[in-house]
């Protein structure tokens, strides 16, 4: 009979497979709990940003009210939307608002209705029709004057010198600044309006 030990009675050879078999059990235990976790989190974060989250609702039940007209909204958005984790308002045109909290917050309502009222408004507002800047100064009638200024981007060199010759009755001029004169030189803008009101 051979003194040989025996591989599997050698303290190293114990010692290094419970440690690989505690690795294994480590292992699957961090793959269950990260399948529980994800499992938890499911749709939580259905979209990277806020844009493209209110895209994604919009088309959502854009298509759920072509394929359903008379389906109820609010539980259609809370069974589907109510584990996001950003609050969100849904504003239907006929002034009906549905979140996907029980108690929306209080400011994205205010701001949301405040936002429909806007749209609302706009609706009704007549639109100008679109003419070109020559036309609309051709029909311009009472005493004007240009005050504009000489680092402008908004309008090159031809464009002044267009002004100048196709409506010399029309007196202009010239300060220190870029576009935006009231912003920039509202001082020299206020004394050639002045002296303008003055000689008319």
């Not at 010692?15 to 989190?41: D, E, K, N, R, Y």
């Not at 009472?142 to 402008?152: E, W, Y």
């Amino acid at each position: 009979m051979s003194n040989k030990p025996v591989w599997y009675r050698s303290l190293y050879w114990r010692v290094g497979l419970g440690f690989v078999a505690f690795l294994g059990v480590l292992l699957v235990t961090q793959a269950l709990l990260f399948v529980w976790l994800a499992s938890l989190t499911a749709g939580a974060f259905p979209a990277a940003s806020g844009g493209r989250l209110a895209e994604l609702i919009a088309s959502d039940i854009r298509n759920r009210l072509e394929s359903e007209p008379d389906v109820d909204l609010s539980a259609y958005i809370a069974s589907e939307y109510g584990r996001v984790v950003q609050p969100f308002v849904v504003v239907m045109k006929d002034g009906r608002t549905i979140s996907n909290r029980p108690n929306a917050p209080v400011m994205l309502l205010r701001n949301t209705r405040a936002r429909l009222a806007v749209m609302n408004a706009r609706q009704f507002v007549p639109r100008r029709p679109v003419r070109e800047m020559w036309e609309e100064l051709a029909m311009v009638k009472v005493p004007t004057i240009i005050v504009h200024g000489n680092r402008s981007s908004r309008y090159p060199s031809a464009t002044v010198e267009r002004l100048a010759k196709n409506y010399p009755h029309i007196p202009r001029a010239v300060v220190d600044s870029e576009h935006d004169v009231a912003g920039q030189a509202p001082e020299a803008l206020i004394a050639h309006v002045r002296k303008f009101i003055a000689g008319s």
